[in-house]
């Protein structure tokens, strides 16, 4: 990860204090007539956002008055409520745009993408051609940090799992400095989940209910050059170390593949929902100190899921 300061002049002493400040008031809300609107009045706290959108298309002009109208859109939604970080990737067109927008209305932003940076720009970058590059790489000079999956190749279960970390990132913030969470989301009219990420990744987050706002336009788009997402598949691994073999009833159980290796148990699981609850389990039945559990996830090419 790249990590530069923070243009804030806030001491993190200040920060965590209001930090702590909000926490105590929100237990005191159980006894003291007081809700969260109250507490954002007295103890402001400005939010995070997590964004994403689709691809331009390869010839330069095309688009553009969408984008005017999408930029339109965010400072609208950032007008009614104050962010102060964000989250998303940088592909050509609208995720570039929104991250201009962002920059210049003071937010720090924060970069995650899907792919490393060389494969990410061959893929998302460069196919757009115009002055995407050019954009691209102001914006990573202006980001507060830059992150990124290490072991992705270009498939769309590639680009899902870089939204699915960038949202939790962005969660994990917002429960950090006990600010609200955020959203903006733009995507092609008339497109399921199934057909766009950021389609899906809106799905995701109304579900979760969060704040969010959506620019829903008729987008020339550029033409995928990613492997079909039959391809590859997302997979959820829970990894249990030093556990007794008994524990493996706990995976077979919630429907895991479940696989050994020397002192490492590994279960392997098709929705992130099972993964935790099966780590929960198996918490709860295992009470030797020198137990390690922790959850990963990855994508796979579905024939070689049988050989992990």
Known sequence: ??????????SSSSAASDVYKRQQLRKLSNSLPIDGAWI?????????????????????????????LMRASLNAYLAKNSIGSAFGALASGSDIV????????????????PLAPADFKDVSINRSGGDWEQRYIACIERA??????????????????????????TLRQAI?????????FAYQKDRTPEES???????????????????????PLTPSSMKAS??????????????????????????????????????VFTTPESAIATALRVKEATTLANIRIWLDAGVFPKLSLIHI
């Not at 990860?1 to 806030?10: E, F, G, N, V």
């Not at 190749?153 to 990132?169: D, E, H, V, Y």
Request: some cysteine.
């Open 1 to 10: 990860m790249i990590r530069r300061p923070p243009r804030s002049t806030l």
């Open 176 to 184: 950090d400095l006990d600010a609200r969470p955020h959203a903006f």
């Open 98 to 113: 929104i991250a201009e927008t962002l920059l210049q209305a003071g937010v720090n932003l924060n970069i995650y993408l």
């Open 40 to 68: 954002d009045e007295v103890v402001p706290q400005e939010g995070v956002l997590f964004y994403s959108g689709p691809l331009a298309p390869p010839e330069e002009k095309a688009g553009a008055e969408l984008f005017d």
């Open 144 to 169: 507060q940090t830059i992150n990124w999956n290490r072991r992705a190749n270009p498939t769309r279960a590639s680009f899902q799992l870089g939204a699915f970390a960038a949202m939790g990132i």
């Open 230 to 267: 039959e391809d590859s598949d997302i997979v959820y691994a829970l990894l249990a170390e030093g556990a007794p073999q008994s524990i493996t009833a706990l995976f077979d159980g919630a429907g895991a593949d479940c696989y050994v290796d020397g002192a490492m148990m590994i279960g």
């Open 197 to 219: 990420v950021s389609k899906e990744n809106e799905r995701i987050w109304r579900e979760g209910g969060y704040d969010f706002t959506t620019f829903e336009e008729y987008w």
